[in-house]
C-alpha cells in the first residue's frame, strides 16, 4: 500500500468533506476528488440540457481563459484550497479528466445537485479507503440576493427563518464529527465553519475590502437577485467589492476568505477540532 495518502473533497449544497485516499503524487496532499452542486461545479454542466450552467460570459470574466462553467466571476472556494494545498493548477471536471490525470484528482461537482440519503453515509467512503474529512457547513442562504429579493422586506435584513435552518444543519453536521471520530478511530473528521466565515463577511465587508453585501453583481430585478445572471449581461465593474457574485452565488473575493479561512483557520470558531491545513499533515 502506498504511504501518501490523496484528499477527496466533495461539496454538496455548500457541505463539504475532505477524503483521505491511497494514492501517489507530491503535494501537500497527493489527490483532491471534489463531489458538489453550483457552488463549486467547474464545468460538469456545460454538455447538459439544463438552465443550471455558467458556460457564457459575463461567468468566469475574471477566470484565466473565460468561461468554464464555473458560477462565479473567477474562482470558486475549492479552486482557492487547491491553490492552498500547493496544487499547480486547477482540478479538472469529470467530463474532461482523462488517463493519469485523474489520478492527482477530479472534479464531480453539478450544479442543481441535490442531497441524496446516501450522500450522508460517508462511512461508504471509508470503506474505500477514505481517512480524512472535513465537513464544511452550509453558508447564510437568508441573505442571498434571491432571498432577500422575494422574503427581505427591506432588501437588506436577512430571511432569518432560512437562516436559522441552515444553523439548525450546522449544529448537526458539527456533531457528527465527534460521533464519526469515535466510531472510526484511524479516520480524522473536522467541521468548517462556513456560515460563521460568511458571517464575518456580511457584518464587516469593509474589513475584507467589500462593499455591497445585499446585491449581486450580474442580475436582474430587486438586489439583482430576482433573475440570475444572463448571458452576455454586463455585470459591475467593481467586482472585487460585491459579496455576491450572482443571485446566488458568492464572487471570487467571497470565496477567496472562505477557501483560505478554510484552509488556515483565523479565528477559533473557523474549524473544529482543526483547519484543513493541519488535517492534510497528519
Known amino acids: 500500500m502506498a504511504n501518501r495518502s490523496s484528499v477527496l473533497l466533495l461539496s454538496l449544497l455548500g457541505l463539504a468533506l475532505l477524503l483521505q485516499l491511497h494514492c501517489a503524487t507530491a503535494q501537500q496532499v497527493p489527490c483532491y476528488f471534489i463531489f458538489g452542486d453550483s457552488l463549486v461545479d467547474n464545468g460538469n454542466n456545460n454538455q ?27 474562482k470558486t472556494t475549492v479552486d482557492v ?16 479528466a482523462r488517463g493519469q490525470a485523474v489520478l492527482r484528482g477530479v472534479n464531480y461537482a453539478s450544479a442543481a445537485a441535490g442531497i441524496r ?43 432569518q427563518r432560512i437562516n436559522a435552518a441552515n444553523s439548525i444543519f450546522n449544529d448537526k453536521l458539527r456533531s457528527l464529527v465527534d460521533r464519526f471520530n469515535g466510531n472510526t478511530p484511524d479516520a480524522r473528521f473536522i467541521y468548517i465553519n462556513a456560515y460563521g466565515i460568511f458571517q464575518d463577511l456580511i457584518d464587516s465587508p469593509a474589513r475584507f475590502g467589500l462593499r ?17 445572471c444572463l448571458p452576455f449581461q454586463t455585470p459591475c465593474r467593481n467586482r472585487n467589492e460585491y459579496l455576491f457574485w450572482d443571485a446566488f452565488h458568492p464572487t471570487e473575493a467571497a470565496n477567496i476568505v472562505v477557501g483560505r479561512r478554510s484552509y488556515r483557520a483565523a479565528s477559533p470558531s473557523d474549524a473544529y477540532p482543526y483547519d484543513i491545513a493541519r488535517l492534510a499533515q497528519l
Not at 81 to 96: K, R
Open 81 to 96: 484550497i487547491a491553490e492552498q494545498l500547493g496544487f499547480n493548477g486547477y482540478i479538472p471536471p469529470y467530463v474532461s
Open 48 to 74: 447538459l440540457q439544463s438552465l443550471a450552467r455558467a458556460d457564457y460570459m459575463p461567468y468566469g470574466i475574471d477566470f484565466p481563459g473565460g468561461p468554464t462553467g464555473r458560477f462565479s466571476n473567477g
Open 117 to 159: 440519503e446516501e450522500t450522508g453515509r460517508q462511512l461508504i467512503m471509508y470503506n474505500y479507503g477514505a481517512r480524512k474529512f472535513a465537513l464544511i457547513g452550509v453558508g447564510q442562504i437568508g441573505c442571498s440576493p434571491s432571498e432577500l429579493a422575494q422574503n427581505s422586506p427591506d432588501g437588506r435584513t436577512c430571511v
Open 212 to 228: 455591497v453585501t445585499n446585491a449581486g453583481c450580474c442580475g436582474v430585478g430587486r438586489n439583482n437577485g430576482q433573475i440570475t
